[in-house]
């Protein structure tokens, strides 16, 4: 068994004060992101952004087989 492809996952701040979590899987560049809820725990909106780029790069790889 493999383990997952390592992600890169960066916290942006804008200007009008709220925050964006982007994960970047390093391996294909692709990139997902999420304005965050700041009434959730930023840790259990990570691990959701997270599993979701998994789910697509999972759903592609599987695409691309057949």
């Known amino acids: 068994m493999t383990s997952p492809a390592p992600l890169q996952i960066e916290l942006l701040k804008l200007a009008d004060g709220s925050r964006i979590l982007r994960v970047t899987d390093s ?24 599993r979701a780029l998994r789910a697509v790069l999972d759903r592609e790889l599987k695409a691309s087989a057949t």
């Open 27 to 50: 391996l294909s560049a692709t990139a997902l992101e999420r304005r965050l809820d700041p009434t959730q725990p930023v840790v259990r909106q990570k691990e959701t952004v997270a």
